[in-house]
């Protein structure tokens, strides 16, 4: 599972430089950006509870083997017309659409997978070395897309990143084989009496019954909104406009953003228990505020990367501190769901942020966009303090 998700993410770094410098040159819209990360991430926001649902009914490794095929099936679609200079915006719109529907099955199945097949004890530790690889392929795949990019073209990257899927869903068969027949029943195998309607409401009821969860998930839905939105579509406008920066500047933005995030994650799973995670995960995401609020101001290139690197460390201690939580205080056979809720209200103002980052950018320019995202975030995190279930969680 380690070693596939690895290679996958690699592909993922070619990928988000590829679609970001792609976007850019053809249309030079932050519009166009934005919409593009809407469509990607609206179906997922659609049908994350039915993922969740179907992720704790159904063998999550078969779930996530299928969602690696569609994937590399369709951007290996991408890539040929893309090398045929057919590839035009709404193909892109039309395959972030997909990507969003599959991702809604695919990462509540992984966020449950994990602590499945992990001892406890080992679970900070499984989940530092999760982030770990994928930020070490952050590292390298956002490089070597602008190197690609640069070399060969978008086609080259877009063909590379369908076939780190194919090599993912290789990775998965063994665990098929291994796990999607258990001899007695296991999480992710919801015995099928137990009706949709009613798993449903068994995971919203646990999430509504701890103030700590819900309040948590409402918070990182608005300092998404205001400080996410900005790295994704605003960044790339920011690097060619203010930085005077190329494909190999935005590559190398991306690539410091993971090397602060592998620091973050060794810092982490060195630690076998993590205190006082409220004032940990809160305290990250004000000090993640001020640092997009940085980016934005930033007069060079070398300022820009500093601020993107640290980014990263901060969001990645929070974001490991919050996985724990979940992971050791969420009954296992309700994981898949809560995943899933988690997920979706985090996320369930993504969609609308990536659209007003899109027309804030093209109206009043990237660097404003960062400075009043970041201090809009910082002021969320720090009304997320206020309540004492959030401030002294464990």
Known sequence: ?????????????????ALAWWVLEKTGSAAAMGTLFTLSFLPMILFLI??????????????????DIARGVLLGVIAGLAAQQQLALWHLYAAGLVFGFVNAFFQPAYAATLPQITPREALPSANALTDLSGQLAGVAGPALGALM?????TAVAFGLDAFSFAISAACLLPLVLGVARPASPTP????????VIHSLREGLKFVTHLPWLWITMLILSLVNLTGRSPMNVALPFLVARNAAGSV???????????????????????RQTIQRRGLLVYGGLACAGLL???????TTPAGMGIAVSALGVTLTITNLAWASALQEHVRLELLGRVSALNTLGSHALLPLGFGLAGWATDAIGAPLVFV??????TGMATIGLIHPATRHLQ
């Not at 380690?2 to 993410?9: D, K, N």
């Not at 500047?249 to 995030?261: D, Q």
């Not at 997009?292 to 930033?298: D, R």
């Open 188 to 195: 992710g195998a919801t015995p099928q009496s137990t009706g």
């Open 1 to 17: 599972l380690w070693s596939g998700q690895t290679i996958s993410r690699l592909g993922d770094g070619l990928y988000q430089v």
């Open 149 to 153: 990019v640069a070399a060969g073209g």
């Open 50 to 67: 039915a993922g969740g649902v179907v992720v704790d009914r159904l063998p999550r490794i078969r779930i996530m083997l299928a969602s």
């Open 292 to 298: 997009t609020l940085v980016i934005g101001t930033a």
């Open 372 to 377: 009043i995202g970041g201090a809009l975030m």
């Open 248 to 270: 190999e500047t935005l590559g190398l933005m991306y690539s410091l953003f993971s090397i602060g995030a592998v620091i973050g994650a060794v810092w982490m799973g060195r």
